[in-house]
């Protein structure tokens, strides 16, 4: 557990609640301490506070979610609807408002290793993808089918190699048309396609959102692609002996 907190009173409070409830706990008073802190310890989850003095704590949680190695719950005094939004929509698995009681912290942070540990086993799962077919077909030999959208939309994710791809592309590519303002339709269908892997045993955070990004697929090494079998060939008959 690490907490990302500028004010001392503040994080020696959070991080005596959490001492209590038996959990280790280390202390970042900046977004650079949090990074080092971060490959350092490896924490499970990050609770991470938006004003911090050396950079937007959007940024740090933005750059944490593209790792998807962690937990990440934002823990500020802006209850803005916007802030939260840009929060989760970033990859914050959670969004509370200070001051937060010692029991509800607790447990909020237990939601997210929960998610985690569904997430370690997802880790260990393999999607098959046959985009000739357009379906998936995960460990119980179950199908489920794509639509050409989805289909589109996955195999430029995978092609990516995780890094970020932009909506626009996204629709250009899976719709088939530039976005228009104040556009959804690719977040939608993000949803949908999150949704399809789900039913394969896949975690919800295969998909990142990855702000100014895009979308970007978290762990690429979960798909395996089946190849189209080559046409059958003939063989060819000798010519009669003469």
């Known amino acids: 557990m690490l907490i990302v907190e500028d004010i001392p009173t503040i994080a020696a409070s959070m991080q005596a609640m959490l001492l209590q409830a038996g959990m280790d706990v280390g202390l970042a008073v ?3 301490e949090a990074v080092e802190h971060k490959r350092s310890f490896q924490p499970e ?5 938006l004003d911090l003095p050396d950079m937007n704590g959007i940024s740090l949680v933005e750059r944490f979610a593209g790792e998807g190695d962690c937990g990440l719950i934002v823990v500020t005094a802006n209850d803005h609807a916007a802030a939260r939004v840009a929060g989760l929509e970033t990859g914050a698995d959670d969004y509370i408002v200070k001051p937060v009681p010692a029991r509800e912290l607790t447990a909020r942070i237990r939601a997210v290793h929960r998610r985690l540990s569904k997430s370690a086993e997802a880790r260990q799962l393999r999607i098959f993808v ?3 077919q357009r379906c998936l077909t995960g460990p119980t030999g179950t199908r489920t089918l794509l639509t050409e959208a989805e289909s589109a939309a996955l195999e430029t994710l995978l092609d990516a190699a995780g890094t970020g791809v932009s909506r626009d592309w996204l629709s250009r590519v899976a719709l088939k048309r530039p976005p228009h303002a104040d556009d959804r339709a690719v ?3 993000m949803m949908k396609l999150r949704r399809k892997l789900a039913e394969q045993g896949a975690s919800e955070r295969t998909i990142l959102s990855a702000r100014r ?3 970007m697929i978290a762990d690429p090494s979960l798909f395996r692609m089946i190849s189209p079998e080559p ?3 003939e063989e060819a008959t000798p010519p009669d002996s003469v």
């Open 30 to 32: 900046s977004g650079a």
């Open 45 to 49: 989850v990050i609770l991470v506070d």
């Open 130 to 132: 046959d985009f000739t």
């Open 187 to 189: 977040d939608q269908l």
């Open 213 to 215: 990004q895009g979308y």
């Open 231 to 233: 046409p059958a060939t």
